[in-house]
Each structure stands twice: as C-alpha cells, then as structure tokens.
C-alpha cells in the first residue's frame, strides 16, 4: 500500500473511481466483532472480522495493493497545490476504519498499537 504523500497532480491528470458511500460498519451497532484480538486468536478474529470489512468494500484499506490517493493537487493555471477530495473521503474512512478495528480489540493489543496512524499499519500490526 502506498502511503499519503504530499506530492501532487493536476486536477485534470486525476482518474476518479467511484468511491462507496454506504459503509453500513459505521452505522450498525450489530456490526461490531463479538471476538476481540488478543495474543491468542488472530486466525478467529480475522475470520469475524475480514468478511465484514470486504462486505463494505473496505479492504483496500487493509490490503497492500491499496492505493491512497494524493494529498493535494495542481490545478490548471496554479502554482498552489489544493486539496484533493478523493483523499479527504479516504482519510475519513480510513479514520472511521481504524476505530472500528481497535474496537475488536482488547486494551492491551489496542495499547500497543497506538502509533498506528492508518488501517494498514493497523491491520498488518506494522
């Protein structure tokens, strides 16, 4: 997965995907894992937990083949990079993402990875 970078693009280089609006993880009380990780059940939990996140078409933001959009981009007659609005709805899912992943968590495991800033580094307990 490549990480967020302040490198920029023009607005016109920009190939939009349609991102999903509906992530019913978010929204339903019933969607939280009934199995929290800790030392001993990784291969459980990422059972209860993976279909879930397919489920929402969120596994990009666990995969490696992931990309994150940039950070900012040039548009045609500027020098000043502005931000780009593909990256703002990644980085609000990504954030919503993370805090429903360390909500399947005990305290001790969510304790030490605190210094996770993205749902891969999360995932992958980079």
């Not at 609005?85 to 969510?110: C, H, K, S």
């Amino acid at each position: 997965m490549t990480s967020p970078s302040q490198g920029t693009q023009t607005v016109n280089e920009v190939v939009s995907s349609p991102v999903p609006k509906t992530y019913s993880l978010f929204h339903s009380s019933s969607q939280t894992a009934s199995i929290k990780l800790d030392r001993t059940n990784f291969l459980v939990r990422e059972s209860v937990v993976l279909p879930v996140i397919k489920g929402n078409r969120l596994q990009s933001h666990i995969s490696s083949v992931g990309v994150v959009p940039l950070m900012t981009l040039l548009t045609p007659g500027s020098t000043l990079p502005v931000s780009n609005p593909e990256f703002e709805e990644w980085y609000i899912v990504d954030r919503m993402l993370i805090g429903w992943l360390r909500n399947t968590m005990t305290q001790e495991v969510a304790a030490q990875l605190l210094h996770c800033r993205f749902a891969f580094d999360l995932w992958t307990g980079a």
